[in-house]
């Protein structure tokens, strides 16, 4: 079914979803409240790197504007705020502030929407804090508005696919009518639609996040383990994952992860079961396996080199490659601890050295070429164009398995 539909949050998700169900030929209004966004949009410029984004953002006919009251003719509302967390906790603020200005709108009208978060939430978060806000106009959800949870799986870099073809499709609804309404959204996809309630469908997606880290974490502990035994962690993980109850996805040993979801949805839970005085021990150690491996790094390279006056060369910034979100990214620490002891960082990425820059404006952003001219170099993303570099002679320490990297005069997989 074609509907009306506003998105709020112009970021890595919602300026996607937007782009994608305007192309599937519904009437939407993408709302953010970052001015600067909005009229690089409206340019048909986006101000993030997807695949594909701008020149779906060419194609498209959408609104875009600060403006919520936009919101008061849509059918769907769909949250799409930032919900970032670190060891002090969750950060609701932007999620509760948009429901607040939403609750403002919902007191105006006369017809019945659905609001839907797509944002990343710790279970309970929608009745225990969403819904409430959005009650404070006076309407009460279920009758007068409806609500669901719709956790969204799409992986950045791959993001307008992932979208428009999902694996599954998981509705919490706080009713029937709101789940029959929002579903219908989703009916031409091929994905089965799994019902379910608010907080089920929030723990669906920090359970199936934490799970990913944990298959991480695992392959790079028995990793580690065979780099001293002298085996090669990718021919364990293929035997490994040829069982397909355990599954070959998520099984590369390396630097670990980063990124905008798994260590801050990993985190989210962990506060969630801290705050119901449950003690997450395993996932709490694959966290911090996860910020013990991007150290490993340094420890290789400190055997062949003093890092106080070296000069260190980095190949990739942004958390994976195929992006320039650089958030949670493995080079963080690296660069931290680089500068801490002393070296000078060289640095190169393909997407995101703009971005890292806001971060680490003391340190060279050069060519790839320039940073092969380093005493040594950490390879830290799988980016295709490092397999085509010429490492001979170089001392490279890998974190990624760049097949070429093995040509270097002295070289050292994290793993292997
Ligand atoms: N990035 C991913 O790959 C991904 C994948 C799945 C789920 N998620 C989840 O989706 C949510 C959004 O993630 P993101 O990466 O798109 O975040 P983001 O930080 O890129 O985008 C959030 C946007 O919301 C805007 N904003 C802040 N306060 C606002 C307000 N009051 N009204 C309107 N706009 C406001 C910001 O300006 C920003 O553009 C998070 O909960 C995240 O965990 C992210």
């Not at 970052?34 to 949009?41: C, F, G, Q, T």
């Not at 992860?257 to 839970?269: A, H, Y």
């Not at 680089?338 to 806001?358: H, I, M, Q």
């Not at 010429?390 to 974190?399: A, P, S, T």
Request: charged residues 25%; hydrophobic residues 40%.
């Amino acid at each position: 079914m074609k509907t009306s539909i506003s998105v709020i949050g112009a970021g890595y998700v919602g300026l996607v979803i937007a782009a994608c169900l305007a192309k599937l030929g519904n009437e939407v209004t993408l709302i953010d409240i970052d001015e600067l966004k909005v009229n690089s949009i409206r340019n048909g410029v986006s101000p993030i790197y997807e695949e594909g984004l701008d020149e779906l953002l060419r194609k498209v006919n959408m609104q875009v504007t600060t403006d919520y009251e936009k919101t008061l003719t849509s059918k769907i509302i769909m949250l799409c705020l930032g919900t970032p967390s670190d060891e002090g906790g969750i950060n609701l603020n932007d999620i509760a502030e948009a429901s607040t200005t939403l609750a403002g709108i919902l007191k105006r009208r006369q017809d019945y929407c659905v609001i839907t978060i797509k944002s990343t939430i710790a279970p309970g978060t929608t009745e225990g804090l969403i819904i409430p806000a959005l009650e404070k106009s006076g309407k009460k959800a279920g009758k007068d508005f409806g609500v669901c949870m719709c956790p969204e799986f799409l992986r950045e870099g791959k993001a307008i696919h992932d979208f428009m073809n999902p694996a599954r499709i998981i509705v919490g609804e706080h009713d029937r009518t709101s789940g029959d309404i929002f579903c219908q959204l989703y009916e031409h996809f091929k994905a089965s639609i799994m019902r379910t309630s608010l907080k089920t469908a929030e723990m669906i997606k920090l359970a199936s996040n934490a799970f990913l880290a944990t298959k991480i974490s695992y392959i790079n502990e028995i990793g580690n383990m065979c780099k001293q035994l002298g085996i090669d962690a990718y021919d364990v993980a293929k035997g490994l994952g040829s069982d397909d109850r355990i599954g070959n996805k998520f099984l590369n040993a390396g630097v670990g992860f980063g990124g905008s979801c798994l260590p801050k949805d990993l985190r989210m839970l962990i506060a969630k079961a801290k705050e119901i005085n449950y003690q997450p021990r395993m996932l709490e150690e694959v966290l911090r396996l996860n910020d013990e491996q991007a150290l490993r790094m340094l420890n290789l390279l400190r055997k062949h080199v003093q890092l106080k006056g070296a000069i260190i060369g980095l190949l990739g910034l942004a958390f994976k490659s195929g992006t320039d979100d650089v958030r949670d990214s493995r080079a963080i620490g690296i660069v931290e601890a680089l500068l801490r002891e002393g070296a000078t960082v060289k640095a190169y990425d393909p997407l995101a050295t703009k971005n890292f820059s806001r971060i680490f404006p003391q340190i060279e952003y050069v060519t790839v070429e320039q940073v092969l001219n380093s005493d040594a170099i950490l390879i830290l993303t799988e980016c295709e164009e490092f397999n085509e570099l010429d490492y001979k002679g170089k001392l490279v320490i890998d974190g990624r398995r760049i097949a070429k990297a093995r040509e270097a005069g002295i070289y050292e997989g994290i793993c292997w």
